[in-house]
């Protein structure tokens, strides 16, 4: 079953007296409960496709689909409920709230989300379970390394239960190592909660961790394997 279907997406951005197409009449599915690698070198378009997937920006010309509901033309309101509902964010500096424990920030993103809390505090401890981190839900960014601030965001990003995970290029400032754990970490989320999840990388070490990748080149997808 398709999850995201997207048809003849393009975007573009002035900068000065120029425009500049940065998305060019993308077409492609992504099957749900899939891990999928969105690759391409840096300016191919990857972050501008993951925010118009996350509903985060709107292409000029095209559609997308969550679920069979076509998201580009949903009100705020409604991109507002769809994002606490369905989609949860990994970004590469992890924006964690620096003076929040890493149960505060998973907490604080559940009672945005509606969780009351009997349930946030359950949710949080699974979660932190689940990215091996329950041991150091009393302690804030400052106090981790970088690998256990990237599973505490991946903890928030999935707290929720969304159907769709989108992180952009999460691995980019750990090392090999760290990043391999992190990646693994998506895999066993798959496998475990059942999210489809599309993850921006460079990395092309990870590719056969991935249940499909998308070529990116000049903001055009020029196929999936």
Request: aromatic letters at 6%; proline letters at 2%.
């Amino acid at each position: 079953m398709n999850i995201i279907e997207v048809k003849n997406v393009f975007r573009g951005f002035n900068t000065g007296s120029q425009r500049v197409e940065v998305l060019k009449d993308n077409n492609f599915t992504i099957t749900q409960g899939t891990f999928n690698l969105l690759m391409g070198p840096s300016g191919s378009g990857k972050t501008t496709l993951l925010n118009i997937l996350g509903t985060l920006d709107i292409p000029d010309k095209g559609k997308v689909f969550i679920e069979s509901e076509e998201i580009t033309s949903l009100s705020e309101r409604k991109k507002d409920r769809l994002r606490k509902s369905k989609i949860g964010y990994i970004f590469q500096s992890v924006a964690l709230i620096s003076n929040m424990t890493a149960y505060e920030n998973i907490d604080f993103f559940l009672r945005i989300s509606g969780y009351n809390y009997k349930e946030r505090r359950k949710r949080i401890e699974e979660c932190l379970d689940f990215v091996g981190l329950r041991k150091r839900m009393k302690h804030k960014p400052i106090e981790m390394s970088g690998g256990e601030q990237q599973r505490v965001a991946i903890a928030r990003a999935f707290s929720h239960k969304p159907a769709i995970i989108l992180a952009d290029e999460p691995t980019a400032e750990l090392d090999t190592v760290t990043g391999l754990k992190v990646v693994q970490l998506f895999k066993d989320m798959v496998k475990k909660e059942g999210v489809t999840i599309v993850m921006c990388t460079h990395d092309r070490s990870i590719v056969e961790l991935a249940d499909n990748i998308l070529e990116m080149e000049d903001g055009v997808i020029l196929g999936g394997r």
